[in-house]
């Protein structure tokens, strides 16, 4: 079934430890994002890509990087996790090339606890 | 920070009841999308907006594009116990890289 794929499902880990999100698509998508959903905020944008090789910062990018190195693949990593950072990722992908609709298809979600 | 104001933040409502909620900005965007997340899930597309003043439907739902292009609403005719979950509302700027910002999201919850 064509989509994203995002690992580990849910991770708990100590505060200070190096911690990297997977996220896979399918569906070759140009454009992917990675938000974080926090209870009365809603998804807020860390980082996104719009193409293979590019990055770019969103709302809260501080404490996570990324790199786009191939069309698939979005990597989200937290070099020395903060108890802030506890969260749920979602990994986005859309078609900004052929499509100009702004539609983001979403993976599950990864449910990340520091301690 | 947020640039969408989304209300209510929760809603409990009985089974069969119609449910209406909103989005306002104090920008103007040149797309409006709703998204519902069911539990345990990542949102999922339910309707999109591309014209000021466009009113859409999709089955029991209905959404609107504000003329002022900074306000958008949907809303759900005879709530089923399937349509629990949380609602968000998105908005692509006319300006910037094209990407959406997201409402504070709306939590649905039905009584049978």
């Known amino acids: 079934i064509a989509g994203i794929t995002q690992a580990p499902t849910s991770q708990i880990l100590a505060a200070g430890r190096r911690m990297t999100l997977r996220c896979t698509q399918d569906m070759r998508h140009n454009a992917m994002y990675w938000y974080r959903q926090d209870l009365g905020l809603g998804l807020r944008l860390i980082h996104y890509s719009n193409t293979a090789g590019t990055t770019g910062k969103g709302e809260v990018p501080d404490g996570y990087s990324v790199s786009r190195a191939n069309t698939d693949d979005f990597p989200l990593t937290l070099a020395s996790a903060v108890p802030s950072q506890t969260s749920v990722y979602f990994c986005a992908s859309s078609d900004s090339i052929r499509s100009n609709t702004g539609e983001l298809f979403f993976g599950e979600g990864s449910r990340l606890t520091v301690l | 920070g947020q640039q969408l104001n989304q209300s209510p933040q929760s809603m409990f409502i009985q089974e069969g009841e119609d449910v209406s909620m909103n989005c306002t900005s104090s920008s103007i965007f040149n797309t409006w999308l709703w998204y519902k997340q069911d539990p345990g899930e990542g949102p999922v597309l339910l309707i999109a907006?591309?014209?000021?003043?466009e009113l859409t439907s999709n089955g029991r739902l209905t959404a609107q594009f504000g003329i002022t292009r900074k306000d958008s609403f949907l809303n759900i005719s005879a709530s089923i116990p399937s349509d629990v979950g949380i609602y968000f509302c998105?908005?692509?700027?006319?300006?910037?890289?094209?990407?959406?910002?997201f409402g504070q999201g709306t939590r649905l919850t039905i009584n049978p």
């Open positions: 907006l591309y014209k000021a003043g």
């Open positions: 998105a908005g692509r700027q006319v300006q910037g890289a094209q990407k959406l910002v």
